[in-house]
């Protein structure tokens, strides 16, 4: 199945969509801005193409040329046909023709794709009932069918449900279900699992993969990452700066990537190791000596409202991290693997259980004696463009802990940002700028720098790259092991990215539903994994080879029939 | 959603009970004796006696309290010093007439204030817009009696189209009651339609560019459909919340416009209460607008409520 497109590699298919010499400007400011300059690239019948870059390429704004859903003022030059028809510049009732019924699109993120009010029955009737003459019990037992189909459980309850009171993955079920109400000849999928955990990703590309079978569509897939390349792709496009670098069939792209920028996009990403290969020998930090962080018996609940019952995130975790460690913490979303973080810093009240911090204490801390202790240790978040204060330059954001905790003066305090921000690789003189003038990847330098400033014993970093780009990811990521190489700071690194946690952790521990599952050393345990739950997280990773992507997706498939 | 109409029903009731007190501390609060202050310098001993006897202002605080609830659930709200006539003969009528001119205007401002914000957000920065916020901002900024003076004057006097009548209710004369319903309406509908017309296309300018909404387009749907089934409806929940807090503002310019236009509503009743130092009559008054009030709230929080099921289960 999962080569039924390539062993066909070379003599593409009668293309369905072609789009030939695609530019699109943008109007900013009273000037025409190019964002896509000319772009060309088919998709024949029954094939996945997949359109790779980086955020920034023109990726997006070319597929959603194609249905004209780009948002704004904007100008589109060139030519975009399904079969003969020409898409660009049709009027808006053909337009509203092929729009669903045959050329039909999923979106990055369900929850805000969906509309909230209605219930997903609801709105993937209306996706019917606009293309055909469908009474509305018609469409609704349409819909069911069409939910049965996706893999909803349940469909006849859930057909009444609302956006909300579905997972992230059932939402992304129920966006196909809606996509494929017509049968369409192309469904177009911007980056359809991004928002979504690695083993929900698995299913909704197996889920994709079987469609395309079942109905014959073709697929333009959007996406950023390569393991979803290597997964699901025949033919690869690859977009720098709104211009096409390179274009290959997937096996090609992987083994032999011409362009040096397709090159350095396979190069960044972190790999984790194949299923099954021999445990390497750790190389542990010198025998561990201190403890700098001991969570014994963490429970977190959170409480429920008045006279409800609270929610238990964290059941029972031990945990400890040596001097100058790193220890990855990995699970799905909702394991609990962020409260742990925030239990330690302090930002969630732990219930039960201690946490020690270089020998103290700090569950049982407060007032004065905890903001003694708070230097001790400090966190980086997840969204850099978030957790820095827009309003103060980056200068203002690193010194700020300095001040408050009074390690130093104004003048001092301004040295010492100069040399934090050398440190993780900034200009000094950058300290006057502000958040919004710097990319996503600089920002989280700074949110690095800040977090450093008053040389912390424990650093928490909570999936501190999942928001950047892979290329941008690899350069933090580095940094940041050399940082940690030279400094010497222990840290707990939250991610689900397990590519990510196998470059930088020592140790691993594997949450599922607020308890620990698996623990021990990184390569051993995302190598050899024990427990069915690590297994599964491993075998459900993409790795950006096709090859090797197969084999996993074979052993997946073997796991998830089990 | 059962469990929250339980909560929110008790809140009302407790915020009602709240009011009660508040006003029957009132009276007892003012310096001296009450039924003195009331029937001024020249009364007699006797007299205040009396009035003393009328406000049970003898019996012990306690039993005053209890007095005051129980004779509020048997609806006696007392006796007016002024006319003698217990209030309950006075009240209901005049709440009537005033609530009137407030729901009329509530609903022209918000069907209005839709459809204009509508049309200004689907054509934001076109000149249709420009004009819409252009007046909006005359009817925000313009105060009540402004444009309740400047219509009377237009519209009673200068082209007397409307002229001033007498007071006739609905059912002695509809079309009389029509005509002179029109320019406190129009001067009430002013604010609130503004109001309510710029929160809607603030709203729909987001939903406008929600992610959903490119979702409907992509399906198919007719753009008219877009915007009415997914843009408008969601950007209905902010307007809901604002009109509630609009319409508690409506009541209050209430007060003014029923002064300009000689409307018998209870504001009339309430201005001559308290030049007068009529206590029972503005202890009714003030009971019956925060009666209103409150469910006013209550509805728009079940309304919001209806319209958002996320709100269910947060």
């Avoid at chain 1, 049982?364 to 330059?393: C, E, H, I, K």
């Avoid at chain 2, 006696?49 to 609830?69: I, K, P």
């Avoid at chain 2, 009339?268 to 607008?289: C, H, N, T």
């Amino acid at each position: 199945m999962t080569g039924a497109g390539r062993e066909k590699e070379g003599a593409a298919p009668e293309p369905v969509l072609s789009v030939e010499r695609l530019s699109v400007d943008f109007r900013v400011a009273g000037e025409w801005t190019p964002a896509v300059r000319d772009v060309s690239f088919t998709v024949g019948r029954g094939e996945v193409v997949a359109l790779v870059g980086e955020s920034g390429s023109g990726k997006s704004v070319s597929s959603m040329s194609v249905l004209g859903l780009v948002a704004g003022s904007a100008r589109h030059r060139g030519s975009i046909r399904f079969h003969d028809t020409e898409l660009l510049g049709l009027g808006h009732e053909a337009l509203r023709g092929v729009r669903g019924k045959r050329i039909a699109m999923i979106f990055q993120e369900p929850m805000t794709a969906l509309n909230p009010v209605y219930t997903i029955g609801k709105q993937i009737a209306e996706a019917i009932r606009c293309h055909e003459k469908v009474s509305a019990a018609g469409a609704r037992t349409r819909a069911i069918e069409l939910l049965t189909k996706v893999g909803i459980p349940e469909p006849e309850r859930r057909v009444d449900s609302y956006p909300h009171q579905l997972s992230g993955g059932q939402r992304q079920r129920a966006m196909i279900a809606m996509a494929i109400s017509g049968n369409p000849e192309v469904i177009i999928a911007d980056e359809p699992t991004t928002a979504l955990d690695v083993t929900v990703q698995a299913e909704i590309l197996e889920l994709l993969r079987g469609l395309r079978r079942d109905l014959g569509s073709a697929v333009l897939i959007i996406t950023h990452d390569m393991g979803v390349v290597a997964d699901v792709a025949d033919r690869v496009v690859v977009m720098k700066e709104g211009e096409v670098v390179e274009e290959a069939p997937v096996g090609r792209l992987f083994a032999a990537p011409e362009h040096e920028y397709t090159r350095r996009l396979l190069a960044a990403v972190p790999k984790p190791p194949p299923p099954g290969a021999e445990p390497v020998a750790e190389p542990k930090p010198e025998a561990p000596k201190d403890t700098t962080l001991r969570v014994r018996g963490l429970e977190v609940e959170y409480p429920g409202r008045l006279g409800r019952k609270g929610f238990k995130a964290v059941h029972g975790v031990d945990l400890t991290i040596g001097k100058g460690e790193v220890l990855g913490l990995v699970g799905e979303s909702g394991s609990g693997k962020s409260t742990i973080g925030r239990a330690v810093v302090g930002l969630a009240r732990a219930t039960a259980g201690s946490v020690e911090v270089c020998g103290t204490d700090v569950t049982g801390l407060s007032g004065r004696r905890l903001r003694a202790f708070r230097p001790t240790y400090s966190m980086v978040f997840q969204d850099p463009g978030a957790s820095l204060n827009p309003r103060w330059s980056i200068g203002d954001s690193i010194a700020a802990p300095l001040l408050v905790n009074r390690t130093a003066g104004r003048a001092a305090a301004h040295a010492r940002v100069a040399e934090l921000l050398e440190q993780v690789e900034l200009p000094a003189q950058w300290a006057g700028r502000f958040p919004h003038e710097l990319s996503g990847g600089q920002r989280q330098r700074v949110g690095i720098a800040r977090a450093l400033a008053l040389e912390p014993e424990l650093l928490i970093a909570d999936e501190p790259t999942s928001a950047l780009d892979v290329s941008v990811q690899a350069t933090v990521l580095r940094l940041f092991r050399e940082l940690q190489d030279r400094l010497g700071f222990a840290c707990l690194f939250i991610s689900h990215d397990l590519g990510v946690v196998e470059l930088l952790a020592h140790e691993v521990a594997v949450l599922q539903n607020g308890r620990l599952v698996e623990h021990g050393p990184a390569r051993e345990v995302l190598a050899n994994p024990r427990t069915e739950y690590t297994k599964r997280l491993v075998a459900a990773a993409p790795v950006p080879d096709p090859v090797e992507q197969a084999e996993r997706r074979r052993l997946w498939r073997e796991m998830a029939a089990a | 959603m059962r469990r929250f109409l339980l909560t929110r029903f008790a809140q009302a009731v407790l915020q009602l009970f709240a009011v009660g007190s508040i006003v029957f501390l009132l009276v007892r609060l003012i310096p001296g004796d009450p039924a003195r202050a009331a029937l001024g310098e020249g009364a007699t001993e006797e007299q205040v006696a009396q009035t003393r006897e009328a406000m049970h202002l003898n019996d012990s605080f306690v039993s005053q309290y209890f007095g005051f609830w129980g004779r509020l659930f048997q609806g006696d709200l007392g006796t007016s010093l002024l006319s003698s006539r217990p209030v309950m003969q006075d009240l209901p009528n005049r709440l009537g007439n005033s609530l009137e001119l407030v729901l009329v205007s509530l609903v022209i401002a918000v069907t209005l204030g839709v459809l204009l914000g509508r049309v200004a957000a689907t054509r934001a920065d076109k000149p249709a817009d420009h004009a819409l916020v252009a007046g909006s901002i005359f009817g925000i900024s313009l105060p009540v009696f402004v444009v309740g003076t400047l219509l009377l004057m237009v519209f009673a006097f200068l082209v007397p189209i409307l002229p001033p009548q007498r007071f006739t209710t609905p059912w002695q004369d509809p079309v009389a009651h029509l005509q002179i319903l029109i320019l406190p309406v129009v001067t009430l509908t002013a604010a609130s339609c503004a109001v309510i017309t710029r929160m809607t296309r603030a709203a729909m300018l987001e939903t406008l560019s929600a992610d959903y909404v490119r979702t409907a387009r992509s399906k198919g749907l007719a753009e008219q459909r877009v915007i009415k089934d997914h843009a408008l409806r969601t950007a209905l929940l902010p307007v809901a919340s604002a009109t509630t807090v609009e319409l508690t503002t409506l009541i209050g310019s209430t007060v003014l416009v029923e002064t300009i236009f000689g409307w018998p509503g209870v504001s009339s009743l309430l201005m001559s209460a308290v030049g007068q130092r009529d206590y029972p009559v503005i202890q009714a008054v003030v009971l019956a607008v925060a009666a209103v009030v409150i469910l006013v709230n209550l509805v728009g929080d079940l309304v919001v409520r209806a319209l958002d099921p996320r709100a269910e289960e947060a």
